[in-house]
């Protein structure tokens, strides 16, 4: 099995198909690199595509403690992997916890993304809610600890964010949380603990993002409730980005909806690759007269 190697010896599993130009895709925290293959399909005709499952979710290495799923292990994970495969610069798509992961490489490695495609971005950033959110996390690692990951996912999968893909996809939507009752409740409990209970919020960065020079595709579902104003936040701030809205959708835009989210990446690829994907022109900024 084909794995790449962390800065601190975690195994990362990989797979990859096509040629051309890069993508990397970085699952969310209810997915694993398998969620992604829609996407491997239909950009490996043109692109050299790779998906990983992060550290904690196997084929990947499920470390012991807590204390290295931060969010600086998983977006150093990601550029672990690039660098395994000798790749300098690639477009990163990522959906939820991987979007955040290709946020921070925007802002901690631009010179490593080409674009990134953020997706159901920046759920749990609410600043009046901080502390309950990540109180939240803390009580649901523990839930993974006491009862498991197959327990988990049968009481997580009407959750509403993904309430739409149940009724658009029903067939869809079982396979999604059989394979999350199949995760490591160890490897899920250290996420949800480190990553999801312990990143900064994105409105803690703002001086930050206003400063990625990064073409990026930022697209949520008018359903997502939790991701909404963190998009929109995302829009005003990052200044070479653009903002889709996928009507009647939530959380798990690329099983939901992959022909369209296919498809709004592919012309987002495409007009970044040609250097038309520009920073918005400050002209159409000012004040309406």
Not at 166 to 181: E, M
Not at 220 to 228: R, S
Request: proline residues 7%.
């Amino acid at each position: 099995m084909p794995y790449a190697p962390s800065s601190d010896d975690v195994r990362l599993y990989f797979e990859e198909a096509g040629q051309g130009t890069p993508i990397i895709f970085l699952h969310e925290f209810a997915a694993d690199h398998t969620n992604w293959e829609p996407q491997m399909r239909y950009f490996s005709r043109g692109h050299r595509c790779i998906a990983y499952s992060a550290r904690g979710y196997t084929p990947s290495d499920v470390p012991a403690s807590a204390e290295v799923y931060t969010y600086k292990h998983f977006y150093t994970d990601a550029l672990a992997v690039l660098d395994h495969l000798n790749i300098a610069k690639a477009h990163f798509v990522g959906l939820s916890m991987g979007s955040y992961s290709s946020l921070q490489i925007g802002l901690n490695a631009p010179e490593r993304a080409l674009s990134m495609t953020l997706a159901a971005v920046g759920s749990g950033s609410s600043l009046e809610n901080l502390a309950a959110f990540r109180e939240q996390c803390r009580a649901n690692a523990e839930q993974y600890d006491a009862i498991g990951s197959a327990e988990v996912a049968k009481a997580t999968g009407e959750a509403p964010s993904r309430i739409p893909f149940l009724l658009k996809d029903p067939r869809g939507h079982a396979d999604f949380y059989n394979s999350l009752a199949r995760h490591d409740a160890k490897g899920s409990a250290n996420t949800m603990r480190s990553f999801q209970g312990g990143r900064p919020s994105i409105y803690t960065l703002t001086e930050s993002i206003r400063k990625v020079p990064t073409p990026a595709l930022i697209i949520c579902g008018d359903e997502d409730d939790n991701c909404i104003e963190p998009s929109l936040f995302l829009k005003k701030h990052l200044p070479a980005s653009g903002l889709a809205f996928f009507p009647k959708s939530g959380h798990v835009l690329n099983l939901e909806e992959p022909a369209l989210f296919n498809a709004m990446v592919e012309r987002f690829l495409a007009l970044a690759e040609a250097g038309r994907w520009l920073a918005r022109d400050p002209r159409s900024m000012l004040p309406q007269t």
